[in-house]
């Protein structure tokens, strides 16, 4: 079982930046795919932007040019610097890992950390 800590939240006003920081138990060069996912009261859990092991980057659309991901392997840390916040990235972050094994799909997922925005 993988155990993935995530770190860095708190309150931010907007336009300020914040950088996430999602540390495995394990070597995260056997994760297919990483990826930062964002949970508000009104939304359920939603992608916010991934890495895939052959380091091919994706964002959702509201937050494209504004966060960067990126991961560390030596450190097994995957990272989400958050720049020009808005109110509405206000939610609960989420780390998420994935391995592929054939047809089976094993995933994790860390247990959050509260980003704030104010205006």
């Known amino acids: 079982q993988v155990q993935l800590v995530e770190s860095g939240g708190g309150l931010v006003q907007a336009g300020g930046s914040l950088r996430l920081s999602c540390t495995a138990s394990e070597n995260i060069l056997g994760a297919n795919a990483l990826g930062w996912y964002r949970q508000t009261p009104l939304n359920s859990r939603e992608s916010v932007a991934g890495i895939t092991s052959a380091d091919t980057t994706n964002y959702a659309a509201s937050v494209k040019g504004r966060f960067t991901i990126s991961r560390d392997n030596s450190k097994n840390t995957l990272y989400l610097q958050m720049n020009s916040l808005k109110p509405e990235d206000t939610g609960v972050y989420y780390c998420?890992?994935?391995?592929?094994?054939?047809?089976?799909?094993?995933?994790?997922w860390g247990q959050g950390t509260q980003v704030t925005v104010s205006s």
């Open positions: 998420q890992m994935q391995r592929f094994r054939g047809p089976f799909i094993t995933t994790f």
